[in-house]
């Protein structure tokens, strides 16, 4: 948290999206990108240092979390629970018609130190974040997800497998070692087109 501190991020999350950016590159030209599960930020900050980039002009970053969000500027946010209607309601409106490049989750619920039970919410919220992912994503897009594993992640990870062209789980070394917190990295949307 020190370094974190020392280096201008809020959090020391910043670091695992710094990691899992640099081993699979997935926010390279990405211009529509949603942050969901975003406070206390040091994600959208990673998000808002892109805006110096060429590309920085056409960027549209959501942030989302049903916690307040310190403003962060070029970081659009949201405060609501992201499953439930006026929030997507409200996501939809903002982004008029953009498809997006990216939907990164690192939602979690609050733990209660059952194991089984903190797996199959986390799992809840990545298969939130997923359904919002299939809907949006452009052909191509990236998503990237938190899990607390558990073994019921298999049918997620398998059903990925078939809509994009690479997926697999990442533990960045910023993610302690004693936590069961995993990355489900799906790179490449497939996306089925409309009949
Ligand atoms: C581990 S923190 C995210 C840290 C963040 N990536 C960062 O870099 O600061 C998990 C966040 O998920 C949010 N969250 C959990 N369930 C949510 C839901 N259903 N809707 C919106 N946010 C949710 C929590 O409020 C919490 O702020």
């Given at each position: 948290?020190?370094?974190?501190?020392?280096?201008?991020?809020?959090?020391?999350?910043?670091?695992?999206?710094?990691?899992?950016?640099?081993?699979?590159?997935?926010?390279?030209?990405?211009?529509?990108?949603?942050?969901?599960?975003?406070?206390?930020?040091?994600?959208?900050?990673?998000?808002?240092?892109?805006?110096?980039?060429?590309?920085?002009?056409?960027?549209?970053?959501?942030?989302?979390?049903?916690?307040?969000?310190?403003?962060?500027?070029?970081?659009?946010?949201?405060?609501?629970?992201?499953?439930?209607?006026?929030?997507?309601r409200y996501?939809?409106?903002?982004?008029?018609?953009?498809?997006?490049?990216?939907?990164?989750?690192?939602?979690?619920?609050?733990?209660?130190?059952?194991?089984q039970i903190?797996?199959?919410?986390?799992?809840?919220?990545?298969?939130?974040?997923?359904?919002f992912a299939?809907?949006?994503?452009?052909?191509?897009?990236?998503?990237?997800?938190?899990?607390?594993?558990?073994?019921?992640?298999?049918?997620?990870?398998?059903?990925?497998?078939?809509?994009?062209?690479?997926?697999?789980?990442?533990?960045?070394?910023?993610?302690?070692?004693?936590?069961?917190?995993?990355?489900?990295?799906?790179?490449?949307?497939?996306?089925?087109?409309?009949?």
């Amino acid at each position: 948290m020190k370094k974190a501190r020392a280096e201008g991020y809020r959090c020391r999350a910043a670091y695992k999206l710094l990691a899992l950016e640099q081993r699979y590159g997935f926010l390279k030209g990405a211009r529509v990108i949603i942050d969901l599960g975003a406070a206390p930020g040091g994600w959208s900050q990673v998000l808002a240092q892109n805006r110096s980039s060429p590309l920085g002009e056409n960027l549209l970053l959501i942030a989302v979390d049903s916690r307040p969000l310190s403003p962060i500027e070029g970081i659009t946010f949201v405060q609501g629970m992201f499953e439930d209607e006026g929030t997507q309601r409200y996501l939809a409106s903002l982004l008029q018609g953009r498809a997006v490049d990216v939907v990164l989750s690192d939602m979690a619920p609050n733990t209660i130190g059952r194991r089984q039970i903190d797996h199959l919410q986390s799992l809840a919220l990545a298969e939130e974040a997923y359904a919002f992912a299939r809907q949006y994503l452009v052909s191509g897009g990236h998503f990237v997800t938190k899990i607390f594993q558990g073994g019921a992640e298999k049918s997620l990870f398998e059903d990925l497998r078939q809509n994009f062209q690479n997926v697999s789980f990442a533990k960045p070394q910023a993610s302690r070692t004693e936590s069961c917190e995993r990355y489900l990295v799906a790179m490449t949307f497939r996306k089925a087109l409309p009949l």
